[in-house]
């Protein structure tokens, strides 16, 4: 008997023709991916295109079951297309090991598809496919999990809410004075090591104004003394880099950062007067104390698993601290050997940074009388990861093919927004509710887009706005991703190329006009 037949039994022969037909684009070949491509590839999906832009990684292989072992560092979308077409060969798949955002993926390139399926992890990638998805008027599929938590939706231009009708809570921040000068749990002094030491040390000088710490507090004027004082000290960190690689590298900037930031932290008694002051910490009083602890060769002789799992002694710590700052900083200069901008951003799957980022946040904790953490419980906190579930995966990809079949069979109506909840209470696993109707004033969705050919080397942002104006869109603002390119009051741009302001094919320029209407702007270049 054909594949086929128990399909064409459940779901109607149209519908099983109508499928086998659809082009469907799924982005994203991680936890949800793997599961839904070997659904699409048992449920008569024949014309496939999977794109992916990372490579399989150790920790992927408890839940992403067209992986293994001797797939580790290869791209998974390649990987998860040859795995997949074991459960069904008669399947067109295509992969593509890049990122969603490359120019080559075009509004055209989305047009060709009848349906896009997102298996996505970030709200980046999830906001360009849903405008490139409003921009080709291409039904989308919408995922997402976390832990025990799921949820499925259908974006359709001008029916449905798109991603971005409903504001998306941001990541947490940090004030600026808490991380750097009054820690006082676990998670701020996690933050202080991954997202400012670890950036002053190995990154470079973009890397230096990081996002999870917020401004807010920055207004009065002790604040901004003591703002220019940490200036000040991370100046003098970037003095003593100048010596890395030489002996007493790794004791220099202990007892600059856990010694002589922290005296001068300690001075500042207004600080102290309503907190525990940190108490300085200097490499050597560590190191001779170390006389009656382990000696790194016990460190190393222990199971990975018990000295991921335990809290290290100071003097473990120290020596964590030292060699994997000197591993780090050898790695650094290796790649800057080659290209001088380089850097080594945190991954919590890199074991040196994780090795790091322990040691130091624990230096600081103890420094501030703050409970340490294991390697295990920092890699977590660090890597902000909420453990994935298998099966809530499995459930969610089960119910997008289900509005998959929905969509291609031309029931919009029928389909839902379902979330996955948890809870020991509730009767029902799954809740749904109709699907949304757009947001008025959603700045994505509800202006018109355009699509505009232009020679983008030759053009100039004067051309630009003639054109526009040809078209009777008068005292026009133009932006890009946010930046001000052009207004009433600002024509510093108007006589360069749109090529020079990176204003290049694939781009989207966003235009309102006088009246307040927003025009949306897709670039292509000719
Ligand atoms: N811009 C993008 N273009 C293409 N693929 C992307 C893009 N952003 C994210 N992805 C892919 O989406 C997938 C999301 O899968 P998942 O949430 O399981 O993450 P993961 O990286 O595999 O796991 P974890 O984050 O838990 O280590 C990943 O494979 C990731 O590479
Ligand atoms: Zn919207």
């Not at 940190?278 to 170390?290: A, E, F, G, N, R």
């Not at 890199?350 to 090795?355: F, G, R, S, T, W």
């Not at 230096?363 to 990861?385: C, D, P, T």
Request: glycine share 4%; proline share 4%.
């Amino acid at each position: 008997m054909p594949r086929e037949t128990h399909l064409e039994a459940t779901i109607g022969r149209p519908l099983a023709s109508t499928i086998s037909k659809a082009k469907v684009l799924m982005v994203g070949a991680g936890g949800i991916g793997c599961e839904l491509l070997k659904n699409l590839v048992m449920s008569g999906f024949k014309e496939i295109e999977v794109v992916d832009l990372d490579t399989i990684d150790l920790s992927n292989l408890n839940r992403q079951f067209l992986f293994q072992k001797q797939h580790i560092k290869k791209s998974k979308a390649h990987i998860a297309r040859a795995s997949a077409l074991t459960f069904n060969p008669n399947v067109n798949i295509v992969s593509r090991h890049q990122n969603i955002k490359d120019q080559e993926f075009s509004v055209d390139w989305f047009k060709s598809f009848d349906l896009v399926m997102n298996a996505l992890d970030n709200l980046d990638a999830r906001r360009h496919v849903n405008k490139m998805c409003l921009a080709a008027n291409v039904p989308l599929v919408e995922s997402g999990t976390a832990g025990y938590l799921g949820q499925v939706t259908v974006i359709q231009k001008d029916e449905t809410e798109c991603f971005d009708c409903q504001p998306k809570e941001t990541p947490k921040t940090f004030p600026v004075c808490t991380i750097r000068s009054t820690p006082s749990t676990p998670i701020h002094c996690i933050v202080w090591a991954k997202s400012y030491l670890f950036n002053l040390l190995f990154g470079n000088a973009e890397d230096d104004d990081d996002e999870v710490l917020s401004k807010e507090d920055s207004n009065d004027d002790e604040t901004a003394k003591e703002l220019a004082a940490l200036a000040a000290e991370s100046q003098a960190l970037k003095a003593i880099l100048e010596s890395a690689g030489t002996e007493g590298f790794a004791q220099r900037v202990f007892d600059k950062v856990f010694y002589t930031d922290i005296q001068r932290l300690r001075g500042m008694e207004d600080m102290w007067k309503n907190r525990k002051p940190p108490i300085p910490l200097k490499y050597d009083d560590v190191v001779s104390q170390s006389d009656n602890q382990p000696t790194p060769m016990d460190i190393e002789t222990e199971t990975t698993t018990l000295k991921d799992q335990r809290v290290w002694t100071l003097a473990e710590t120290a020596q964590v601290f030292s060699d994997s700052l000197n591993k780090l900083t050898a790695r650094l200069k290796e790649m800057r050997a080659t290209d001088p901008e380089a850097s080594v951003h945190f991954d919590k799957d890199d074991p040196e940074a994780l090795d790091f980022v322990t040691a130091t946040s624990n230096l600081r904790a103890h420094v501030y009388g703050i409970e340490e953490k294991s390697r295990f419980q920092v890699k977590a906190m660090a890597g902000n990861i909420i453990p994935a579930i298998a099966t809530t995966n499995a459930i969610i990809a089960g119910m997008m093919v289900m509005l998959a079949f929905k969509i291609l069979n031309k029931r919009l109506a029928d389909c839902k927004t379902s979330y996955l909840v948890y809870g020991r209470h509730r009767p029902q696993l799954i809740v749904s509710e109709p699907l949304a109707k757009p947001n008025p004033k959603c700045y994505i969705c509800r202006n018109s887009y355009i699509v505009l050919k232009i020679d983008t080397s030759k053009s100039t942002v004067q051309d630009l706005i003639d054109l526009l104006e040809s078209n009777s869109l008068v005292e026009l603002e133009i932006q890009e991703n946010g930046r001000v390119i052009y207004d009433p009051d600002f024509d510093d741009n108007v006589a360069k190329t749109l090529e020079s302001l990176q204003i290049t094919d694939g781009k989207f320029v966003d235009i309102v006009d006088e009246e307040d209407r927003k025009i949306i702007v897709y670039l292509k270049h000719m």
